[in-house]
């Protein structure tokens, strides 16, 4: 069975910080791995995915992850936080070819002048 | 191009009513699928579908019903609403070709339920 964790249920970084969302997964499969973002009263918004080519992905808005096997992770990093990126990030992984996601619990970003 | 609509966006219902969710998405996307999100989780499947008259049942179908009879809409059905259905409810769709890739899917704004 495929399972995400997402270590934070909040993360708070000022304008101009780096931003860090962890997530590590279970996976019996090569798993596929994304991130979704979603902001207030929107709908889910993908911002990156991975999927078996280079394990460091770029996503929009300046985010990357990066897939680490060794460490079951795909952390999410973004060099300078702007108040816009405010919003749920959803870690979600899915077993390489079927459709079927499973979601994390989701991280709070809280972005401060 | 409008992406995946939900209607309505708000409703409360009393114990026991029914109503049906519409999704419709102007992709031409063969999948499609139903989420619930309750605070605090994160998204749970209910029921996909891979074309126009299949569906099959995710991890938490109880209490609802959906049907496809075109490759455009996917209505959700609650026949007896209870509290515990009381979830924002998010419809999906992807293109895609199962066993070859995960491919990305397209939310649409969502519907938040209320049941008392």
């Known amino acids: 069975a495929q399972s995400v964790t997402q270590l934070d249920s909040h993360v708070s970084v000022s304008e101009g910080t780096p931003v860090l969302l962890r997530c590590n997964y279970s996976?019996?499969?090569?798993?596929?791995l994304f991130w979704y973002v979603q902001h207030p009263n929107k709908g889910l918004q993908l911002l990156l995915k991975?999927?078996?080519?280079?394990?460091l992905v770029k996503g929009i808005n300046g985010f990357e992850a990066e897939f680490k096997k060794s460490e079951t992770s795909f952390h999410l990093t973004k060099p300078s936080a702007h108040m816009s990126d405010a919003a749920e990030y959803f870690c979600?992984?899915?077993?390489?070819?079927?459709?079927?996601?499973?979601f994390g619990t989701g991280t709070r970003l809280l972005v401060s002048p | 191009n409008a992406g995946v609509t939900q209607t309505p966006k708000f409703r409360i219902l009393k114990i026991g009513q029914s109503m049906t969710l519409q999704c419709a998405q102007d992709?031409?996307?063969?999948?499609m699928y139903w989420y619930r999100q309750d605070p605090g989780m994160g998204l749970k499947l209910i029921y996909y579908?891979?074309?126009?008259?299949?569906?099959d049942k995710g991890e938490v179908p109880n209490g609802y019903n959906v049907s496809r009879s075109t490759t455009e809409d996917f209505p959700l059905r609650l026949e007896l609403a209870a509290p515990s259905q009381t979830s924002v409810y998010f419809c999906?769709?992807?293109?895609?070709?199962?066993?070859?890739?995960?491919?990305?899917?397209?939310f649409g704004p969502g519907t938040r339920l209320t049941v008392l």
């Open positions: 999906a769709s992807s293109y895609s070709i199962e066993g070859l890739s995960t491919d990305t899917q397209y």
């Open positions: 996976s019996s499969y090569s798993p596929s």
């Open positions: 991975y999927t078996s080519a280079a394990t």
């Open positions: 979600v992984v899915s077993e390489f070819g079927f459709q079927k996601l499973v």
């Open positions: 992709m031409n996307h063969n999948y």
């Open positions: 579908s891979v074309g126009a008259g299949i569906t």
